[in-house]
């Protein structure tokens, strides 16, 4: 609504308001009759409670926003045939903003009118009661606004409410995880010390079976080799003996070969 949104400020005297009436009901076709709408209307409308009291400002009377859409709410049902108390008591009770958006829905009958009124009533008794009456309280935030307002908030207190639930229950299922991962992680160390444990036990056993075998055979070798050196030795022995006898048997060769000698030459002296 971008006429009566530029009304959204509006602040004026009675004469103002109906102006500001008649160029809405211009702008959209309401039944706003120019030569019936003056500031008379407006002040007789605001005494009989068909819309809320002014403000007031020193000695002047000052309306605003929701003077405005409650006085073209008024103009239209009257058009309709509604009553002024229906009028009245629907305007009274709604917030400004649903004056607003109602303006361009169809026209509600009367007894919609009371049936709204039968169902917001006691909420407005049970606030009112322990608000102050003042007549600032029937300017832009009336008692409808405040009843809206503090609807509005209260939805508000209970989705904060419901999103700290959701967090803490976020929260709660992220510390389970948490230890979920945790207990696993424990478990998984657990389980590599195990392995690493065992793995150490049989990386020793087959060391010592290594060790062992190493020197088996080193033993099996060395008595290889005494056994091989003893018959070396033995052969060396009887090689080195019969070498001594043939040396013998020579040197008795060469005293025989040499008293041979000695008696040929003898022989060849005579």
């Known amino acids: ?30 039944k706003v009759d120019p030569d019936k709408t003056n500031e008379r209307l407006v002040r007789y409308y605001a005494a009989e409670g068909v819309i809320d009291r002014p403000d007031r400002v020193g000695r002047d009377a000052t309306y605003n926003y929701r003077h405005l859409l409650q006085f073209l709410t ?16 629907h305007n009274l009770q709604a917030t400004t903003a ?46 409808p606004d405040v009843l809206a307002e503090v609807k509005r908030m209260k939805e508000d207190w209970i989705q904060e409410v419901k999103s ?10 992220l510390r389970k995880e948490l230890q979920e991962q945790r207990n696993i992680t424990q478990s998984a160390q657990e389980h590599f010390h195990e392995t690493l444990t065992k793995m150490a036990h049989v990386s020793l056993e087959r060391e010592e079976q290594f ?3 190493i020197g088996q055979m080193i033993d099996e070798h060395t008595h290889i080799v005494r056994n091989e050196s003893e ?22 060769r060469q005293h025989q070969t040499l008293d041979a000698l000695d008696r040929l030459q003898q022989q060849l002296l005579k």
């Open 1 to 30: 609504m971008p006429t009566l949104h530029r009304f959204i400020n509006f602040k004026g005297s009675a004469s103002d308001l109906s102006d500001a009436a008649i160029k809405c009901g211009e702008d959209y076709g309401f």
């Open 74 to 89: 008024a103009r239209r049902l009257v058009d309709e045939g509604l009553s002024l108390s229906a009028i009245g008591d």
């Open 98 to 143: 649903e004056l607003a958006e109602n303006l361009n829905k169809p026209a509600p009958t009367e007894a919609e009118l009371l049936v709204n009124s039968f169902k917001s009533s006691s909420i407005s008794k049970k606030t009112s009661s322990s608000m102050p009456t003042s007549k600032s309280m029937r300017g832009p935030m009336a008692i």
């Open 164 to 173: 700290v639930q959701r967090i803490r229950q976020d929260f709660d299922h």
């Open 211 to 213: 060790m062992r075998h």
């Open 231 to 252: 018959q070396l030795k033995q052969m060396v022995h009887e090689t080195l003996h019969r070498l001594q006898d043939h040396a013998n048997q020579m040197e008795q």
